[in-house]
């Protein structure tokens, strides 16, 4: 076995059972002759890091590093325990972000084979992401087999164009081991706005195979799973706290109100079962989302 490259990560045991009681079972675990079907749905982890101020970057479009090295450290062993991790094309356009596991002994970081490292999910129903997918970290990772080769979670539509766009992100992503995901979009009836509902995304992660997936962001994808019609589907939040303030302009997490109606408001949601735990200059934040049932 190769030594770890010098970018692996390392988080320390006693870092670890403050998380765990949180965690869905660790993938080595699973007995693969038992999968488990008693819910539709993964288990789904929300997290992501924030300013003092609610912010998750300085501006749209742009990457800021929040996280300091013990809480990214988090992050990656959060990534090991998981199946999938899944971003907005949003954030995969401003970040292009590596969407692997980096800690030691993980594989390619000198472990052996692909076991433990998560499945990159990319959300993008028109396909933008092909204009940047051949240069991409997540691609030029599968390549190197330190990373899975991603799946791109786009919406079906007979617009010819975007249709291109769907096959030609297909044949990138079958020499990686990826592939295209197609889920019918819903129409809103009011504004006619086409969209992905998250209840058809996670079941169709969940029927390709993923119990467990981690959400990363951004924006859009955080705020509209904390909005409460979908809080069902979210069965840990973890987010990290940097003591720093970005200022106005920043990317906000703050999801809609059912009501925005003025002096007729409630509070969107709140984590119960909390815990926090200071890690670095960082504090963490784990909880979990109310559910109806
Ligand atoms: N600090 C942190 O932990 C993180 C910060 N970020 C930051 O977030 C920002 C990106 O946020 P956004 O631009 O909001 O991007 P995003 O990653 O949320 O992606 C938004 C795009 O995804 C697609 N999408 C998402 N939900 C959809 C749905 N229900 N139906 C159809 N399409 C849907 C749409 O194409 C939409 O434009 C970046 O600045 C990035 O650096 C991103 C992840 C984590
Ligand atoms: N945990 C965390 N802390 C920050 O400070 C961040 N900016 C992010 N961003 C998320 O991590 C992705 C980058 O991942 P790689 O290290 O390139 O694999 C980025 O796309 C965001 O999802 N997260």
């Known amino acids: 076995m190769s030594p770890p ?4 990560l390392h988080f320390p045991q006693s870092s670890r059972p403050f998380l765990e009681p949180y965690l869905p079972l660790h993938r080595s675990w699973h007995n693969p002759y038992l999968p488990d079907d008693s819910t539709p749905f993964p288990f789904t982890t929300l997290t992501f890091a924030q300013s003092l101020d609610s912010s998750i970057s300085l501006a749209p479009g742009t990457q800021t590093a929040l996280s300091g090295p013990e809480t990214k450290a988090m992050t990656h062993y959060l990534r090991a325990r998981h199946d999938g991790i899944l971003v907005g094309i949003g954030t995969a356009l401003a970040d292009d972000p590596s969407l692997n596991c980096r800690l030691e002994g ?5 472990g052996r084979g692909l076991n433990m490292q998560p499945r990159p999910v990319i959300v993008d129903p028109k396909g933008r992401w092909l204009d ?3 240069g991409s970290k997540v691609m030029k990772l599968a390549r190197e087999r330190r990373g899975r080769g991603p799946w791109v979670v786009m919406a079906w539509t007979d617009d010819s164009e975007v249709l291109g766009r769907v096959n030609a992100i297909d044949r990138l992503l079958e020499g990686v081991g990826g592939k295209v995901l197609m889920v019918e979009p819903r129409t809103n009836k009011e ?9 058809d995304v996670l079941a169709m992660l969940k029927r390709e195979g993923l119990d467990s997936l981690m959400v990363e962001g951004g924006q859009r994808v955080i705020n509209e799973l904390l909005r409460e019609e979908y809080q069902e589907l979210v069965n840990l939040v973890i987010i990290t706290i940097a003591p720093t303030w970005l200022g106005q302009g920043g990317v906000v997490v703050s999801p809609e109100r059912k009501s925005a109606e003025q002096g007729n408001a409630s509070a969107v949601g709140r984590l119960t079962n909390t815990r926090w735990q200071q890690m670095g200059d960082d504090v963490v934040l784990c909880g979990q989302l109310p559910h109806k049932k």
């Open 5 to 8: 490259p010098r970018d692996a």
């Open 106 to 110: 993980v594989g390619g970081y000198g």
């Open 132 to 134: 940047v997918a051949e």
């Open 191 to 199: 504004t006619e706005e086409k969209r992905l509902d998250w209840g």
